[in-house]
């Protein structure tokens, strides 16, 4: 295709001009305008990308302060007043909702252009569009913003090892200097908390709590911006909102419970760092905590008073705390109060609480309150507040923060037979620098990867992508896959050779019972998930590539490499125990498996993967790993997760047994083959 033309281009030129012919005062949708910029980097049009991605991230900033703004001024100029008939609520629910609509036409236009897809939603949540800047200002020659736009991009992806080293490059060039690596995204209260801790950190206590304050008041203006974004349309999982509920008070009760859920963890929200799944622990009372002792340090006795009675708001009759309590009231000779900002605060979240368990019983939904305030994080200090005479004793950190260790479910144990004649250990353990990992080949035969690939490519091309996103993993490769049921269904369809199905089927169980044996299990390895996967590499879009085909992750846990951590938690597949990768192919570029620490930057192994390689490896924090970008050409893998619970047993695997249990009886055939079409997927 010609460089200087493109379909997509003159598309997405048409629509665009379109949308401004019809509203000039329109703002202009933030996907479209993303859309224009990736089309312009696949062609290497620069000043394009740089151009639209900025009105990109314009357009979404404004989309969201305009949302803010339209709801805050509507609940302020519609009030509920004293009276609560039916009648009277209602009026002031429709008022608002006119006033919210005109406000939001007003400023957006048609709200119907800015219905964002979540895939897209999710890229600006990832700041993919930074990613993409990155690259854009680089080839300009315009390194000052080319490191704002990477550093903004690595505070949400820490683990990106290419990224890391860009900024590492960026340092060294001449007229960049520190004040150009700034994060164009950074929430207000989260910088003004991490300036503080630095400040008192070194002693400086004065300005510490001029930033610790300036970071309560930012995290409640926060707050309120939170829960004015959750006003909007809501999910409701597990059935269709409107049919499944007919009663007026019913679908109110059901929207009003999912909207109050999701204000109810703005808590979690406004605590969590970019790019991260779990909140810093303890965040907003620690707060309290820091200011209590630095008003001590610098004599503000009553402040210091007022800031330790409001930790203990959020952590009743704590030890610690509770000590210094007392001796700030023997100083001064009198008591306290606490600070009504955060008793209102936590008064409103019970009574919130109260509220979301009726609503969750009435919706038939469970319902379980999050620990938002755990008190096991705390400060990390040499030494403590006063007590006794001479006004010192040693600090003990209120809480040690709980370091936790993901190990896999059984004793550790590896080296048991192979099961297959054919299949040769390459490389154990100690050889790959780690725990719980193998690497193994001839697990199949050259003419199997064969005949897997080109299933892969007739299966793969029928749309079976991951969650239906073409690239979930990177923009500069295509992903596709297919499950084991699926590909059976198009076995017996006769769309592809079921031999051919039936081999990835028997391929996946010489996995798995591999893994089961060599680690010397003393249960049951269940499947929990079997992919057949393939990447491949976009043409136009490979010059100085900085990511990775897959970033780094644990599979069981949510890797956080800051604390060199890995929380054990929801969302993460918690349930799996073993992985496994079975390759396909190494005609490819780039591609490579590696293992790295938990700072998700140490590579410890890598794999060159070719036809027939299986790595196996525990889920869990020991084991970090990814995918090295794919440069050239296609990489396909039977991809497999497993766990030693039934409970979690793969549902579409078990479907797969009895298809497979028919095929061996013979009763399929004449019986036809009975998979319901809606669990294909």
Known sequence: MDGNFSPGLVW??????????????????YDLLYDTAVRAFSTSDYERVVRFMEAALSSHG???????????????????????????????VL??????????????????????????????????????LQMAYQKLKQPEKAAAAAHTYFQANPEHVEMGEDLEQYKDLQGVTEEHFVDREARPHQRAFTKAVKLYDKGHYEEAIVLFE????????????????????????????????????????????????????????LATRPGRLSPMENYLPLHYDYLQFAYFKVGWMEDALQCALTYLLFHKGEEFM????????????????????????LRRHKQELELLLIGSKTMGADFTEGNYWSSSGGRDDSNRIPSGTD?????????????????????????????????????DSVAL????????????SEEECAELQQLAYAVTMAGDGYRGRMSPHTPNEKFEGATVLKTLQYGYEGRVPLRSARLFYDASERARRIIESYFMLNSTLHFSYTH?????????????????????????????????????????????????????????EGGEFIFTEMDAKTVTASVKPRCGRLVGFSSGGENPHGVKAVTSGQRCAVALWFTLDPLFRELERLQADEVILALDTQSVWGHGLNINPKDEL
């Open 12 to 29: 997405s030129a048409v629509l665009l001009t379109s949308v401004l012919t019809l509203c000039s005062a329109t703002l202009e949708p």
């Open 62 to 92: 404004e989309l969201r302060s305009t949302t803010v703004r339209c709801r805050l001024r509507c609940l302020d100029q519609h009030p509920f007043d004293g009276s609560f008939s039916d009648l009277s609520f209602f009026n002031v």
């Open 95 to 132: 008022h608002r909702a006119a006033c919210m609509n005109e406000c939001m036409e007003e400023k957006l236009g048609p709200q119907s252009l800015h219905k964002i897809s979540e895939d897209v939603v999710q890229d600006f949540n990832r700041r993919i569009p930074y990613n993409y």
């Open 214 to 269: 300036e970071a309560l008041e930012e995290y409640y203006k926060a707050d309120v911006n939170c829960r004015a974004l959750c006003q909007g349309p809501q999910k409701f999982d597990g059935h269709n909102h409107v049919r499944y509920r007919y009663s007026l008070h019913e679908l109110i009760s059901d929207h009003f419970t999912q909207v109050l859920h999701c204000e109810h963890e703005c808590v979690r929200d």
């Open 322 to 345: 509770t000590d210094n309590v007392e001796y700030y009231r023997e100083v001064l000779g009198q008591d306290g109060e606490s600070r009504e900002k955060a008793a209102w605060y």
């Open 391 to 427: 006004g010192w004793m040693e600090y003990v950190p209120i809480a040690e923060k709980k370091n936790v260790l993901v190990v896999p479910p059984q004793q550790l144990r590896e080296g048991g037979p192979l099961v297959y004649n054919d299949v040769r250990l390459v490389l």
């Open 433 to 444: 620098n780690g725990t719980q990992r193998v690497l193994l080949d001839h697990v199949i």
């Open 532 to 588: 057949l996967v393939c990447r491949t590499a976009i043409t136009g879009q490979q010059d100085h590539r900085n990511d990775l085909s897959h970033p780094i992750h644990a599979d069981n846990c949510l890797l956080d490499p800051e604390a060199n951590e890995c929380w054990k938690e929801p969302p993460a597949y918690t349930y799996r125990d073993y992985s496994a990768l079975l390759y396909l192919n190494g005609d490819f």
